[in-house]
């Protein structure tokens, strides 16, 4: 492909040669946020267009707030990799992928600007509009692959974006005492911990055992909802945010 119109009018064109049809006739039901992790969004946009990094994302977002569209929203883009969400595992064909310049914790991780966080919520809302993407389907790469990835990761603004009408969000119960559930615990409470998870979205097996799977999930569910400690016990306030979410859910009973 030579070219194509783009799908958010603010966005430059740069093709990647790294996408394929979505599958089984799968349409976006899903955004996704990543950071780039790269030490410069130069050599990420370059990468992200390398047939030979067999990666790729739709959008790039960089530090100065500029959108680049390499793959169009009806392709399939290779930005996810192995993960899933409410059972789904092709994340790739059900999503759309924003890459976040930023290089992560690797690299320093220094915070978002804020020009660069109003040109992402301006692009999830034309994206959210065009595919009718429900809140709770603004999602982070962490949310989908925990353990395996990390970004956005805890500094990326998902109270700001809510704020502007983009993702699902409620303020995080306040951090304190009172009991916790751990690696290594046993019994319903820890069933019930998992299974509000599992409903949420999370692939998390409910065994009742608190599995080092189950502390990487909740590690997970800090980072995007509770990011002022991402520790993976699952104490009160973790617990009481989760239930938080779920009440906000249409259809669910938390």
Request: glycine share 10%.
């Amino acid at each position: 492909m030579s070219g194509f119109l783009p799908d958010h009018d603010r966005a430059e064109i740069r093709v990647s040669p790294n996408f394929g049809p979505r599958r089984e006739g799968s349409r976006p039901d899903m955004i996704l946020i990543h950071y780039t992790g790269m030490e410069s969004a130069v050599s990420a946009e370059s990468w992200l267009c390398d047939p030979a990094s067999e990666v790729s994302a739709h959008y790039l977002v960089h530090e100065d707030g500029r959108i680049v569209q390499m793959v169009r929203e009806a392709d399939r883009a290779w930005h996810a990799g192995r993960g899933s969400w409410r059972g789904r595992t092709d994340i790739n064909s059900c999503s759309v992928g924003i890459e976040v310049a930023n290089p992560g914790h690797a690299f320093g991780y220094p915070a978002f600007p804020e020009v660069q966080i109003e040109s992402v919520i301006a692009l999830c809302r034309g994206i959210a509009s065009r595919h009718a993407i429900p809140p709770e389907r603004v999602l982070a790469h962490s949310d989908t692959a925990p353990g395996r990835k990390i970004d956005p990761g805890e500094k990326f603004p998902w109270a700001r974006l809510a704020a502007a009408g983009v993702g699902h969000w409620t303020e995080p119960a306040p951090i304190g005492g009172g009991r916790f559930l751990a690696e290594g615990d046993r019994g319903a409470p820890v069933e019930a911990l998992q299974s509000m998870l599992a409903i949420y979205g999370y692939g998390v097996d409910i065994s009742g055992t608190f599995d080092a799977t189950t502390r990487i999930v909740v590690e997970a569910f800090q980072r995007h909802f509770r990011a002022a400690r991402v520790d993976g016990v699952a104490d009160r306030s973790t617990i009481e945010t989760l239930h938080r979410l779920l009440s906000g859910l249409s259809g669910v009973v938390a």
